[in-house]
Nanobody, 127 residues
Framework: QVQLVESGGGLVQAGDSLRLSCAASGRTVNSYLLSWFRQAPGKEREFVSHIDRSGSTTSYKDSVRGRFTISRDNAKNTVYLQMNSLKTGYTAVYYC????????????????????WGQGTQVTVSS
């Protein structure tokens, strides 16, 4: 079993930056696909970004591309999400997710293929 624990969320102003971390334990996730999702109040959970096991391939939700950067440190069993130029519309609970098998790129943005989820970290962006 893999446990994922997110941290780094908080209350910030529009234009500020935050770096989220997701630390895995229980098993190394070096070979796992890792992604970030978010869920705003009253809305469905949505894809934000993914990174492949080597860290060489990433993808982003269109509205965050150029503002967010996903990265991973396999030595630390951790994935990060650097969020810059935050907007009020980015307010949500941010979750990391992991999958231990191959996943077609067409399915990265779906929630159902992921095997493990963290408990989430709240990000609130005020105007």
């Amino acid at each position: 079993q893999v446990q994922l624990v997110e941290s780094g969320g908080g209350l910030v102003q529009a234009g500020d930056s935050l770096r989220l971390s997701c630390a895995a334990s229980g098993r190394t996730v070096n070979s796992y696909l890792l992604s970030w999702f978010r869920q705003a109040p009253g809305k469905e959970r949505e894809f934000v970004s993914h990174i492949d096991r080597s860290g060489s391939t990433t993808s982003y939700k269109d509205s965050v591309r150029g503002r967010f950067t996903i990265s991973r440190d396999n030595a630390k069993n951790t994935v990060y999400l650097q969020m810059n130029s935050l907007k009020t519309g980015y307010t949500a609970v941010y979750y990391c997710a992991a999958r231990d098998r191959y996943l077609s790129a067409s399915l990265y943005r779906d929630t159902s293929p992921y095997d493990y989820w963290g408990q989430g970290t709240q990000v609130t962006v005020s105007s």
